[in-house]
């Protein structure tokens, strides 16, 4: 489902020595990097990570409403995640443990890099059926602030993608999951904030799909302003550092930015 993620930063090289600590135990290794940038691969090729100064120039921002769940292996990698984060200057949101208020199985962590970047580690005891990509990352969130407007949305552009809504998630009246048919992980959810304050998209960080064809990443534009999304990134040559191929953005109505590539050769 994913191509990459881009974590904004003020300060890439700061980062540097949370990301080293954290990311191989999930199975990724630094590239080489161009300028300032940090770049990391996983050992299934993809998703990428990238950290770095947001484009356009102004600083980041941390958001309120999004966040990246990595999904890993067991409950000792959940453990590890979390006390080498805190040993290279996270901050704790949430410490090992069963989230029973999901489901009885969900057993996981939660933390903010140096800049205020949510991640997640979460193991599911009796397992899940992944799609591609679901072995990596179990779910991202996006921050929303009308729930119906939201899943119109993401209804409409994660069909472009071969992506549908997923019925086995509809008991749930705060929960709209998009993800691969038939699977339970990857998935996207809109969802309102946890704090109950306004939803706040985070500047300079994002989730990048993958897409099988030029096709699919204009239609994904074309249909995300359509659908009340506004322009992030016209489509053309991917421009953000990360992976080569043919790209697009948008910002979803409650301006968090999604971007689309389909791999170059």
């Known amino acids: 489902m994913f191509s990459h993620f881009v974590f904004g930063s003020n300060a890439p090289q700061r980062a540097a020595r949370f990301y080293a600590a954290v990311l191989p135990l999930l199975g990724f290794t ?5 300028g300032s940038a940090l770049t990391f691969a996983h050992r299934n090729g993809w998703p990428w990570l990238m950290i770095r100064r947001p484009g ?44 029973e208020v999901y489901t ?19 193991t599911y005891l009796k397992g899940r059926k992944a799609g591609p990509g679901g072995e990596v990352i179990s779910h991202i969130t996006l921050g929303s602030n009308d729930l119906k407007r939201s899943c119109d949305f993401y209804t409409g552009v994660m069909a472009t993608l071969g992506h549908a809504r997923l019925p086995e998630e509809e008991s749930d009246e705060f929960d709209y999951a998009f993800g691969h048919a038939g699977c339970a992980l990857p998935v996207v959810f809109p969802q309102l904030t946890f704090d109950g304050l306004p939803a706040r998209p985070p500047h300079g960080s994002y989730a990048v799909f993958r897409a ?10 074309r249909e995300g302003l359509r659908l009340g999304g506004s322009e992030a990134a016209a489509p053309g040559e ?28």
């Open 30 to 34: 630094a590239q080489t990097s161009a």
């Open 238 to 265: 991917n421009r953000d550092g990360g992976p080569a191929g043919y790209a697009a953005g948008i910002a979803d109505p409650d301006g968090n930015a999604l971007h689309v590539l389909c791999p170059g050769d």
């Open 212 to 221: 099988a064809s030029r096709q699919a990443v204009e239609a994904f534009h």
């Open 56 to 99: 356009d120039g102004r600083p980041f921002e941390r958001g309120n409403g999004y966040h990246v769940a990595f999904h890993v292996a067991d409950e000792a990698t959940v453990q590890s995640f979390h006390a080498a984060a805190l040993a290279a200057g996270g901050s704790d949101e949430g410490g090992p443990g069963l989230r």
């Open 104 to 122: 009885p199985d969900y057993y996981a962590a939660y933390l903010r890099d140096p800049d205020g970047n949510k991640l997640q580690a979460v």
